[in-house]
C-alpha cells in the first residue's frame, strides 16, 4: 500500500521531466533542421538570344552570381559591349557566358552594331 501510494506521486513528475525532455530535444532537432532547410539563392543561367540584329530579351533581370549567355543566332557576327563587359566578337553560331557578379544596371551594346541594344539588370 505505501508503495502504490509512493507510486501514484512520482510517476507524474517522471512523466513531466520526460515530456520537457523531448520537448527539448524535438525543438532543438527542428531548429537545426531549419537552419539546414535555408540554402543561399540557387545560381541560375539566363539566356539572350542574338537574332535578326535584336537582344531577346532586350532588358533581362538576374540576381548577382547568376550566370548570363548570350547566344548568336545571326549569321553575322556580334558582341555584348557594356561598362564591365565585353563578349568580344561572338561568332554566327557562337555563345559567350558572362557571370553577373556585380550590382547595378548596365546598358550594352553590339560594338559592330551599336543600333543594336540591351540591358542587363542586375539585382
Ligand atoms: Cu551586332
Redesign the pocket.
Known sequence: MIFQKHSKASFPKFLMTFAAFLVFTFAASSAQAQAKKKPAAKKQTHMIA?SN?KFAPATLTVNSGDSVVWKNA?V????ATGKGFDSGTIAAGASWRFTANKKGTYSYI????PT?KGRLIVK
Open positions: 542574338i540584329f545571326d553575322a557576327p556580334h558582341t553590339c560594338s559592330f552594331h543594336m
